[in-house]
């Protein structure tokens, strides 16, 4: 059984989802990779991720960073400014967003950046995922980062397209269709159960859950289908509770908390088959290569 990063089989596509202020644990992760010389093959991103992911793509060696930068000092009105509204297809300008990618020092065009990256987008038509993989960065990170009501959406190339967190949060399928041998995601679901809802929730509290438990399916269910192919690997945060995906004033503790638990869990990382490689949940077992059950300290489960 092969250890650590560079045991993971060519090429590796690094997957950063969706989440708002989850973005803060995706520089942590970066961090954590960073530090342990990991550069990927190619860089998978949606929503908040598209911005992480590009950064990340253009300046795979020293991206941390300058993301940490952005996060720790970033607060709400930047992203989401009131007033201003150019139409009635959002509640926020996107202007705050143009301003966050002129800064980020990136080429024109995706085909440019160091590392390939694609930005996952929706297809508001159809409903269908739309890969970005090459033409202007300057629509294809507002496309993939145009939470529906929330930022307008981006024509490109003759296609309505809005936040790709609608339809895939953390974006693995792209990285098969990419033909990745093996997929690290940054900053993913542990596999623990979410808590109980409790009793005498009002009507928003039960929307809400309604909602969690919907993504949460989704989530899995692309991880479980990625990982009957190639190793998947999600990476840990440590983070137990988290902020409203607007409230940037956590991003130090959430940047640090996410370093130290990703990098101790890539430290002690073994891959040996296809399966999804992630803390062990309370009941995560996986069967071995001879069909036998076991439960080894960062495999939930290999197929």
Not at 19 to 47: C, K, N, Q, W
Not at 162 to 176: E, H, K, Q, S
Not at 257 to 284: H, K, Q
Request: glycine share 10%; charged share 15%.
């Amino acid at each position: 059984m092969a250890t650590g990063l560079h045991s993971l089989p060519r090429p590796v596509a690094v997957v950063v989802g969706a989440g708002g202020v989850v973005a803060a644990a995706h520089v942590g992760v970066g961090y954590a990779l960073e530090e342990r010389g990991f550069r990927p093959d190619m860089i998978i991103g949606t929503s908040v991720g598209v911005l992480n992911g590009a950064i990340a793509a253009a300046h795979p060696d020293r991206a941390a960073p300058w993301l940490d930068h952005v996060w720790t000092q970033l607060r709400r009105r930047e992203v989401y400014p009131l007033g201003y509204v150019t139409s009635r297809a959002s509640a926020f300008t996107d202007r705050g967003l143009h301003r966050l990618i002129a800064r980020a020092e990136l080429p024109s065009r995706i085909e440019e950046l160091t590392v390939p990256f694609t930005a996952v987008a929706m297809n508001l038509d159809t409903g269908a995922a739309a890969l970005l993989d090459h033409g202007d960065l300057e629509s294809a990170l507002p496309a993939g980062a145009a939470v529906p009501g929330m930022l307008p959406p981006v024509d490109r190339a003759g296609r309505t397209l809005v936040d790709g967190g609608v339809i895939a949060y953390v974006p693995v399928l792209a990285a098969l269709r990419a033909v990745a041998a093996s997929v690290v995601v940054a900053s993913g679901p542990e596999s623990s159960p979410p808590r109980p809802h409790g009793p005498r929730r009002s009507a928003g509290a039960t929307a809400a859950r309604a909602g969690m438990l919907l993504l949460r399916h989704q989530i899995e269910r692309d991880l479980h289908e990625v990982a009957q192919h190639i190793p998947t690997v999600v990476l840990p945060t440590g983070i137990d509770a988290w902020p409203a995906p607007w409230d940037f004033g956590h991003s130090r503790r959430m940047i640090s908390t996410a370093s130290r638990t990703a990098g101790r869990f890539l430290d002690g990382l073994r891959i040996s088959w296809p399966g999804l490689y992630r803390v062990d949940g309370p009941s995560a077992t996986s069967p071995g290569p001879d069909g036998t059950s076991t439960s080894p300290s960062v495999l939930e489960a290999g197929l």
